[in-house]
C-alpha cells in the first residue's frame, strides 16, 4: 500500500516536471471562453443538465447554419414531427422510419441524448386513425389495440435509441374549455374529448405499462403545457390535476418516470417568477419523478404575421425581447433549482422556422426562439447563458439520475 503510493508519488512528480511548461503555456491558452461565446451545452453541462431543441429534418438537411447550431449548441434533441403517429405510419400498417432514424444517427454521431416525442396523443393522427374514429368505424375496444400495438411496434424500434419517452401528451382539458372542471380530455364535442372517451380512464396507466414492457431503460414521461405553475388548487386548476393523476399512475405501481413542463409562454400573459415554477417542479419530483423543460419558447403578439418589429414602435420591441428573456430566465432558473430536472428543451431555436406563426395566427404571434430569423443573439439567449453561467452550488448542484420504474415482477 505503501509502496504504490510513493511510486505513484514519484510518477507524478517526473509528470509534472516534464510538463512544467506546457502546463503554463496552455493554462494561459485555455482560459476559458466567456459564456456567451460558448455553447449551450458546454454551459448546462457543468449542472449535469441536458439543453436540447426540436429538430426540423427538412431545415436541418437544407440549411447548414441550421444544421451547424443543432449539432454544436445542443446535448439532446427532440424530433419535431418525425416521430408522430401521423409521420411514422401515414398508411395503416406501413412504417415510415426513415427520417426518424436519421435524426437519431445524427445525435448519436454529436453525442446527444434523445428525447422520443410522442407516442400518446389525440393531435396528429394519421388520416385513416382520424377518420375511423369520426366516422365510428374504430370503436374504444379497437382504439386501445391499435394503440397498444403502436407504441409496442415504436418504441421497439426505438429501444436503446431514446433517454425519455412523452409516453402520453396533452391528456387532460384546459380550464378555457367546457366543462372548465379540469377533466381527461378536452373541450365538449372535441376530438380530444372523444379520443378520451373512447379510450376510457385506463388508458395512461396501459400506455406506460406496454411503453415499459418495450423498452426497459427509456425515461417514461407525462408532457403537458399550462403546467408551468399551480394555481388555486381548485377544480380549474390543469397543475393540480395532473399532480393527482400522476400521483395515482405513481401509487397504482405504473412505471411512469418523469413530469415533462412543455413551457410554451407568452408576453401577453404575463410572467410567473421564478419560486413559482421552481414550487411545481419540486412537487412532482417529490413523487419520485423527474422532471424535464420540454419545448420551451416565448412568443409575443406580431403588428402582422410577417412583421418581427412586432408592434408600434421600438420601445415596445424592446418591452417584449424583454419579457420573453424573463419567462426563458423564470423556466431556466427553476429548473435549475431542482436536481431532478435533467433536461431544458426549447422548441425550435431560431425565428426562422419557429412553429409559432404557423400555429397562433389570429392574432399573429412569433418571436419566440433564443435567435432571430438572421441567426442574431437575442435577449432571451444572452439571458439563459447568463443563468448557465452564474449558476453553482450550493444552491444549484449536479442532476441526480432516475432509475427508470420497473413493472412488478409476476
Ligand atoms: C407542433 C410542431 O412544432 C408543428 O410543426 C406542428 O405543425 C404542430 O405541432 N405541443 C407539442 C408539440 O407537444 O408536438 C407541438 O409541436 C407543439 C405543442
Given at each position: 500500500?505503501?509502496?504504490?503510493?510513493?511510486?505513484?508519488?514519484?510518477?507524478?512528480?517526473?509528470?509534472?516536471?516534464?510538463?512544467?511548461?506546457?502546463?503554463?503555456?496552455?493554462?494561459?491558452?485555455?482560459?476559458?471562453?466567456?459564456?456567451?461565446?460558448?455553447?449551450?451545452?458546454?454551459?448546462?453541462?457543468?449542472?449535469?443538465?441536458?439543453?436540447?431543441?426540436?429538430?426540423?429534418?427538412?431545415?436541418?438537411?437544407?440549411d447548414s447554419t441550421y444544421k451547424t447550431m443543432v449539432d454544436s449548441q445542443f446535448s439532446t434533441v427532440t424530433a419535431e414531427n418525425a416521430m408522430k403517429w401521423e409521420s411514422l405510419e401515414p398508411t395503416r400498417g406501413t412504417y415510415n422510419w426513415g427520417p426518424a432514424d436519421a435524426l437519431i444517427d445524427n445525435a448519436v454521431r454529436n453525442r446527444q441524448l434523445v428525447r422520443g416525442h410522442v407516442l400518446v396523443w389525440h393531435s396528429q393522427l394519421p388520416g385513416w386513425l382520424n377518420d375511423g374514429i369520426n366516422d365510428g368505424t374504430i370503436d374504444g375496444p379497437q382504439l386501445r389495440a391499435l394503440l397498444k400495438k403502436h407504441i409496442t411496434d415504436v418504441v421497439t424500434h426505438f429501444k436503446g435509441r431514446i433517454w425519455q419517452w412523452d409516453v402520453v401528451n396533452e391528456a387532460v382539458s384546459d380550464p378555457w374549455e367546457t366543462p372548465s372542471a379540469i377533466h381527461l380530455g378536452g373541450n365538449a364535442g372535441s376530438f380530444k374529448q372523444k379520443f378520451a372517451d373512447l379510450l376510457g380512464p385506463g388508458y395512461l396507466?396501459?400506455?406506460?405499462?406496454?411503453?415499459?414492457?418495450?423498452?426497459?431503460?427509456?425515461?417514461?414521461?407525462?408532457?403537458?403545457?399550462?403546467?408551468?405553475?399551480?394555481?388555486?388548487?381548485?377544480?380549474?386548476?390543469?397543475?393540480?390535476?395532473?399532480?393527482?393523476?400522476?400521483?395515482?399512475?405513481?401509487?397504482?405501481?405504473?412505471?411512469?418516470?418523469g413530469f415533462g413542463s412543455q413551457g410554451h409562454l407568452a408576453t401577453q400573459y404575463g410572467n410567473y417568477d421564478v419560486f413559482q415554477v421552481a414550487d411545481?417542479?419540486?412537487?412532482?419530483?417529490?413523487?419520485?419523478?423527474?422532471?424535464?423543460?420540454?419545448?420551451?419558447?416565448?412568443?409575443?403578439?406580431?403588428?402582422?404575421?410577417?412583421?418581427?418589429?412586432?408592434?408600434?414602435?421600438?420601445?415596445?420591441?424592446?418591452?417584449?425581447?424583454?419579457?420573453?428573456?424573463?419567462?426563458?430566465?423564470?423556466?431556466?432558473?427553476?429548473?435549475?433549482?431542482?436536481?431532478?430536472?435533467?433536461?431544458?428543451?426549447v422548441w425550435g431555436f431560431t425565428?426562422?422556422?419557429?412553429?409559432?406563426?404557423?400555429?397562433?395566427?389570429?392574432?399573429p404571434e412569433g418571436a419566440g426562439c433564443l435567435w432571430d430569423a438572421a441567426y442574431n443573439p437575442k435577449k432571451s439567449l444572452r439571458t439563459v447563458q447568463g443563468d448557465l453561467a452564474a449558476a453553482g452550488p450550493p444552491l444549484v448542484g449536479n442532476r441526480i439520475p432516475q432509475a427508470p420504474r420497473q413493472l412488478p415482477r409476476r
Open positions: 500500500m505503501r509502496f504504490r503510493r510513493l511510486i505513484n508519488a514519484s510518477v507524478l512528480a517526473v509528470v509534472a516536471v516534464g510538463s512544467l511548461s506546457t502546463v503554463a503555456a496552455s493554462a494561459h491558452d485555455a482560459r476559458p471562453s466567456k459564456p456567451q461565446d460558448q455553447s449551450l451545452r458546454a454551459l448546462a453541462a457543468k449542472h449535469g443538465l441536458y439543453f436540447g431543441t426540436a429538430v426540423d429534418p427538412a431545415a436541418y438537411a437544407a396507466a396501459d400506455a406506460f405499462r406496454t411503453a415499459r414492457a418495450a423498452d426497459p431503460k427509456a425515461l417514461l414521461f407525462y408532457n403537458d403545457y399550462n403546467v408551468e405553475a399551480f394555481g388555486d388548487g381548485g377544480a380549474g386548476d390543469k397543475t393540480q390535476f395532473v399532480y393527482n393523476m400522476i400521483k395515482q399512475l405513481r401509487a397504482d405501481g405504473v412505471p411512469i418516470d411545481a417542479l419540486q412537487r412532482f419530483t417529490d413523487l419520485g419523478l423527474a422532471a424535464a423543460l420540454t419545448e420551451v419558447d416565448a412568443r409575443s403578439l406580431m403588428k402582422n404575421a410577417d412583421d418581427p418589429t412586432l408592434a408600434a414602435n421600438g420601445a415596445d420591441v424592446n418591452a417584449r425581447d424583454q419579457a420573453a428573456a424573463y419567462n426563458y430566465h423564470v423556466l431556466l432558473q427553476a429548473c435549475l433549482l431542482n436536481r431532478h430536472c435533467l433536461s431544458f428543451t425565428d426562422k422556422y419557429s412553429w409559432i406563426p404557423n400555429w397562433f395566427k389570429n392574432p
